[in-house]
């Protein structure tokens, strides 16, 4: 397979290798949102939590959606990822139409009055980041793929084949990596 790190970019969608076996990351489908030389970040968008944003987040009473592990760096900081950066000031295009963050109260009023649907909004604790030159040697060990990320992808609850449908979406090779049981070993 081939090593794809020049491919990456924001918006782009990071897929666990099927060899990555650390436990933050393995099987996880994350959507970058930063890549540039000082590093690379993003949020894991196929690890629900067991509990609910408005257990967890002040403001966000009513918003019944789980809450995701956005990844293992800062896990006491909380950020949001949107469709809706024409309602929201300070939000931050990731590509055509996904929006990262911008002004949480603001947020918190839009949905409260109703103008915002919570299903257009993921909500992440902690996040996921690299150093300058760490995720670069991590696709040259053959840990990650890329594929494209759609508007539908980032908001959908198919969170447990999410990572198989998107390996899979590769085509080729890849379709069969998408099929391989997760500890081949125990065949």
Not at 51 to 64: L, Q, T
Not at 73 to 84: A, E, K, L, P
Not at 111 to 131: M, Q
Request: with cysteine.
């Amino acid at each position: 397979m081939v090593n794809e790190f020049d491919k990456l970019r924001p918006g782009k969608l990071l897929l666990a290798s099927a060899n990555l076996l650390e436990s933050n990351f393995k099987r996880t489908v994350l959507l970058m949102c930063e890549h540039n030389e000082q590093g690379s970040m993003g949020f894991i968008l196929n690890r629900p939590m067991e509990f609910k944003v408005c257990e967890a987040i002040a403001g966000f009473e009513d918003i019944e959606e789980p809450l995701h592990m956005g990844g293992p760096v800062q896990v006491d900081t909380v950020h949001f990822i949107h469709s809706r950066g024409d309602s929201i000031d300070g939000a931050i295009e990731i590509f055509d139409g996904v929006f990262w963050g911008g002004d949480k109260d603001q947020l918190s009023y839009l949905i409260n009055t109703g103008v915002i649907n919570p299903n257009e909004i993921r909500f992440f604790l902690g996040y996921s980041g690299w150093g300058a030159g760490q995720l670069e040697q991590e696709f040259e060990e053959g840990s990650w793929y890329t594929a494209d990320a759609t508007r539908e992808m980032i908001f959908t609850d198919a969170y447990e084949r999410m990572w198989s449908r998107s390996v899979r979406s590769k085509g080729g090779e890849y379709r069969i990596v998408a099929n391989s049981p997760e500890l081949p070993g125990l065949n």
